[in-house]
């Protein structure tokens, strides 16, 4: 129910304006649970909380992701993961400096021990033919 005083309503009639009564002036009927105006009310002002928290929580995510990503620990912590992914490449045996080296030096004793293995057997032949 809205109260309006004799003379505003005075000037609204003459005038034409429209009457936009203050918040003070309003009296709202209490309706109980019912009240949607009251209801309104609540759910603006949870609203506005909950967009409040939101935004803090938007603010604390970029913080995070900002100096998260470039902190003196993320950055060390990036070198080493680095490193580590390095060390692993070299020591792929299949590719390896090493790994060739000892695979051709194998082949390379295995040779020599079959040479000398057919040179013991030729001297041995030889010798048998001279009768020895």
Known sequence: M????DEDEENYYQTGMVYVPNEKDLEYEDRGPL???RRVEELEKELAIQK?????AELETSLVK?????SPEMLNAKKKIQELEDLIRSRDYTKAHDYKFLV????????EIDDLKRGEEQKLHKTREAGL
């Open 66 to 70: 900002g100096t998260g990503m470039n």
């Open 104 to 111: 051709e030096e194998n082949k390379k004793l295995h040779k």
């Open 2 to 5: 809205v109260l309006i005083s």
């Open 35 to 37: 009240d949607l105006t």
């Open 52 to 56: 409040e928290r939101a935004q803090a």
